[in-house]
């Protein structure tokens, strides 16, 4: 399942139901009501208030536990432990790698950093969308763990504007198929 | 409560506070089309329909981004200037010394981008501004940041002007908040729900203002004195905490255009209510703390705050969509209402700030972000809530101002016409946008791939229809203004609201 794909799908039904109930009130604008109706009306429109309310509401605490209950950013003051790790350092206008090779099927860790301004250290995968990020900023350290799934050729690319060489700060790193596969 | 009439003698223009208006909005729509035309060059140059170098597009992209922002605040608060006058007293010297404050930050702000090749973007994040590599000079950001400093000093001492005509009628700015009602008691029916809105963004801009006087402080003295070195979080922290509130203060001053405006146009009240007050109590303090959404991927900062961020940002859509935008098509809804152009653009710009911001809250999620942030889904979101909701809500006023020249709504065929190619050019450009972040297109970036100049060449196709849509609004309510106000005061009733549409 990919992730943009997930998003995508997500923000267009939502997009789509806002439409929806905006063309319900419009095709019903023109039309005059009476005390009778506007007073029926107005509680009908009370009570599926208080429906949205109670969805939203419902979705917004699942929502928050299913996605916060595993914290997606690793502890930074931790040792994390990862079986590969890159050191990454990004400056006007060069990546610093080292390795420049990690194995598919266990666990990178990245510490990103930068040498001058504020980069964004993003992993394209061969396929040419985003599997993961984070910021370089001067003076601190961020973790970063990716499993990579599949081997190939990635890019990574800055993503965070960083002046005139920002669109062509890019490097590649390569992931291998680990032993035996 | 707001008024059922159509043109109520207290919001009529004349003498030096008509030539005030005029000058905001003038100025305001003309820099609009200057913007989006910016705009429209930088969409076609990623969608290699024309050529650009890239020191010129990014000093583009930091002109667009920055001019962008400031005209929606100016067009803004004269939409807060014009309601709230009403209720308090708001002294004219305050509104045209932002003006004039406003004017001359702008000049800083061109003449460091177009004379000294500032390229560092609106945001200026630290240390970019000192770190030009030829393109810029650090002279060109102090300048930049001395344009912003003026702007921001123009919008405190209006906002100081309103604070205290408010407090002088209400006591303190939480009676004006309401928040004595938010547990209990009789609300007064006729607290105007302009006053609430603004005491919220005088209280929450003025915040953000200060921090980014303290951050563009910060980065002066840095300029200046290069051995006094600033901590790069912090300084991100305060850019952002800013710069959200700034562009958020813009939303919550147009949208009182819809609270005053809209029920002179369906003729049905629009009442004042608990749920109300409890939206713009809770919106008061979101506003405040949402901006960590914005450092979502810089993983140095406290856990606490990016659970907050997130948290934040999705309970952010209880108010919009619960209160405000619900709120307007409860009124809508079996009104009557006549079609006519400011009916017609208050209704959009409630629809795009709704629909807008699905996909901001979306971004606002930690695993969306990981892959979103630094998209050019960014940019289609905030262009979603911008261009189809606070530009409309400002334009809804400016029309309607226009129709009180005449004593009419303004409903010509050219309006007709320029309204659906604004609707449509405007979906089109932000699905432009969207759809470039599904397939990870980088925003703010010159080059782009010839892989991702799809989503940039539909972008552009709608970018042109809103540059002409907005052209003529612009025309249209330049010409608007500057004809005599009619003879008569126009005190149209409930009754032939409808008629006159």
Known sequence: ?181 | MASLTMYPDDERLAGGVRAAFNLYIITAVALFVLMMLIGLIMRMSQAKWLSMPPDLFYKLLSMHGAGMVGTLSLATTAVMWYFLRKYVRLHLWAFVANFVLFLLGALCIIASIFVGGYGALWTFLYPLPVHGVGMWTADSSALFMLGYLLIGVGSLIFYLDAAAGIIKVHGNLGRALGLQWLFGGKIDPDHPKAVVASTMVIITNSLGILAGAVVLVMSLINIFYPQVVLNALVAKNLIYWFGHMYINATIYMGVIAIYELLPRYTGKPYPISRPFLWSWAVSTVFVVVVFPHHLLMDFAQPRWLAIMGQIVSWGAGFPVFLVTAYGALTNIYRSNIRWTMPSRLMILSMFGWAAGIVPAILDGTIRINSAMHNTQWVPGHFHFYILLGVLAMALSLMFHVIGSRANAPPNSGADKMGFPVFLIGGLIFVFGFLDGGRVSVPRRMAEHLQAWTFTDKIGSIGAILVVLAMLYFAIRITVGLLKPPSPSPGVVGVGTTNAAG
Not at chain 1, 29 to 55: E, N
Not at chain 1, 111 to 123: E, I, K
Not at chain 1, 134 to 163: D, I, R, W
């Open chain 1, 1 to 181: 399942m990919i992730l943009q794909n997930v998003v995508w799908t997500i923000a267009l039904v939502g997009m789509g139901l806002v439409a929806l109930g905006f063309i319900h009130v419009i095709i019903q604008a023109g039309k005059p009501a009476d005390q009778d109706a506007t007073r029926k009306s107005t509680r009908t429109a009370h009570a599926l208030q208080a429906w949205l309310f109670v969805v939203l509401f419902v979705g917004f605490v699942a929502g928050s536990w299913a996605t916060l209950r595993h914290f997606p950013i690793p502890p930074q003051h931790d040792t994390l432990d990862a079986q590969q790790v890159v050191d990454v350092v990004g400056r006007q206008w060069s990546w610093q790698m080292t390795p420049t090779t990690v194995k598919a099927g266990s666990v990178v860790e990245f510490r990103v950093t930068s040498d001058d301004v504020n980069h964004g250290f993003a992993l394209y995968a061969p396929d040419g969308l985003i599997v993961t990020q984070s910021q370089a900023m001067p003076g601190y350290t961020n973790k970063l763990l990716h499993t990579f799934k599949e081997p190939g050729t990635y890019t990574v690319q800055c993503l965070e504007y960083c002046g005139l060489g920002h669109a062509p700060m890019k490097t590649t790193l390569q992931v291998v198929a680990a032993k035996g596969e």
